[in-house]
């Protein structure tokens, strides 16, 4: 019908330069694949709400309210990218670029004239947990000083855990599918985390309590094939959010070595002065010598000071399965400061983080990493609208 589109020019003036597209221009909608044609300008394409396919000269586009939808497309059934199967390949890396484009803008990166992307800090693009003690944030001064009997408000409670359900095969390697900003939210820094993974070996200690499968299987996960069997995690206990570079694969069980190096680099981001409170299944066995392995740590995440733990707890399901000895030491409601947390709440995050597994089993290492962070930046911002404070 002879319809041009002009790229550039929102008020659809004619543009004194135009530069005829190419012939095979595709846009994916959301209602169906159209073939265009297009005039450039001197504009980027973004200027009308369009994004760029990958490549040096523009061929394919995706309008961005459908790419905003892709987002969390996996948990939806019947539109996932397969449904585009002629342009599959493009509209999976717009869905990814266009995804990190979002976490720097929600993050406030490469807008502030100081610092560039490139700079950006480790665990900064994460949303962080409004609610949990951060000095000079959200906590009065003076406030190291309070009374005794005041002492629990500013007692930072983290949960521990594992997932078996979020495994990874043995499909293309780091090098050609790195994660884009690596480190930036909510997964450890991978390259210095695979370099401490090699010099991993099994766990060998005694167990003294009853039933704990993730002691039982520490060496043996069913790892034949995939890169990872798993994912380790710490999280805000009371608010359930993840926090900022908590998360790590696990290459065979639940081992300690695994779990130290997670937990360590999720405390980078907490002040020394404050208290912490430590709730995981198995902490009975696993708080015995980890002052000692602490020691053995790479350099990166080694923890400078005295750790300031308050206690080592059992989340209160997870208690009954434990002797009587452990539910005595390890129990929440004898804590002081506790409250009425449970300590289960990452069992939650876990419950709608699972479903991520089946199609990130098949990803690259980068693009599984990414799409996990993209679905964890949506559940903690939830979590965060949702506190009402």
Not at 64 to 90: E, H
Not at 116 to 142: F, H, S, W, Y
Not at 144 to 167: G, R, T
């Amino acid at each position: 019908m002879g319809l041009r589109i002009q790229l550039g020019h929102p008020d659809g003036s004619i543009c004194p330069y135009p530069a005829p597209g190419p012939a095979d221009f595709v846009v994916i909608n959301t209602n169906k694949i159209h073939r265009v044609t297009l005039d450039f300008c001197h504009c980027p394409l973004s200027d009308r709400l369009h994004f760029p396919s990958p490549r040096a000269v523009p061929h394919v586009e995706k309008l961005t309210d459908n790419i905003g939808g892709k987002r969390f497309s996996p948990l939806q059934p019947g539109v996932s990218g397969p449904k585009f199967k002629s342009r599959y390949s493009a509209f999976l890396r717009m869905a990814r670029q266009w995804r990190h484009l979002k976490e720097l803008k929600c993050g406030g990166r490469g807008n502030d004239g100081v610092r560039m992307v490139k700079d950006t800090r480790v665990g900064e693009l994460g949303v962080q947990c409004i609610a949990c003690p951060r000095p000079g944030v959200n906590l009065p001064e003076d406030w190291e000083n309070s009374p005794e009997e005041q002492q629990f408000l500013y007692v930072v409670f983290i949960a521990i855990d594992a997932c078996f359900c979020l495994k990874n095969r043995q499909i293309s390697l780091w090098t050609v599918d790195p994660p884009l900003g690596d480190g930036w939210s909510y997964f450890v820094e991978s390259e210095a985390y695979r370099e401490f993974c090699k010099q991993m070996q099994d766990q060998n200690e005694m167990c003294t309590c009853t039933g704990l499968s993730a002691l039982d299987h520490a060496n043996t996960k069913y790892s034949s094939g995939y890169r990872a069997t798993g994912m380790g995690m710490c999280t805000c206990a009371r608010h359930e959010v993840v926090m900022g570079n908590s998360v790590g694969d696990l290459q065979c069980g639940e081992q300690y070595s695994n779990m130290d190096y997670i937990f360590t680099s999720t405390l980078r981001h907490f002040s020394d002065l404050l208290h912490l409170l430590i709730s995981y299944d198995i902490a009975c066995q696993w708080s015995k010598k980890l002052l000692e392995r602490l020691k053995a740590l790479p350099p990166l995440v080694r923890l400078r000071g005295i750790l300031n733990i308050l206690a080592f707890v059992i989340p209160k399901l997870h208690i009954l399965g434990h002797t009587i000895k452990c539910q005595q030491s390890f129990n929440l409601s004898y804590t002081r400061g506790a409250g009425q947390s449970d300590g289960e709440g990452i069992e939650r995050i876990w419950s709608g983080s699972g479903l991520l597994g089946t199609s990130t089993r098949e990803m690259g290492p980068g693009s599984r990493q990414n799409t996990c962070e993209d679905y964890w930046h949506h559940w903690n911002w939830r979590k965060v609208i949702g506190l009402h404070l």
